[in-house]
């Protein structure tokens, strides 16, 4: 058996991935469909790989991850603000326009 060596990294991959609803297999097609070149089995192995600890979580990793957690975040603060903010009636709509 192979000894985990990036446990820190690899409960903070599966811990953000769980945070945006992915499986490892799905993360791999999300990379396929966003262009990921390489076959998606290459990408599961190396996913699952630093899922476990035994590879490290590269640099391009966190970058990826983060973007998709902030634009996450944002689209939750988005929604919430729209319905903070009810629609404008007919009138608002045409004092607005005076």
């Known amino acids: 058996m192979v000894e985990a060596f990036d446990s820190a990294g690899a409960a903070m991959f599966r811990t953000t991935l769980a945070e945006l609803g992915f499986t490892i297999g799905g993360f791999a097609k999300f990379m396929v469909r966003n262009g990921d070149c390489r076959p998606a089995s290459n990408i599961k192995r190396r996913l699952r ?10 640099g391009e990793m966190h970058v990826i991850l983060g973007m998709l957690r902030n634009g996450r975040a944002r689209a939750v603060r988005r929604d919430a603000e729209m319905q903070e903010c009810p629609p404008p009636t007919n009138e608002e709509a045409c004092r607005d326009m005076d």
Request: glycine share 10%; hydrophobic share 40%; aromatic share 0%.
């Open 49 to 58: 790989r630093m899922a476990t600890g035994e590879v490290h979580v590269s």
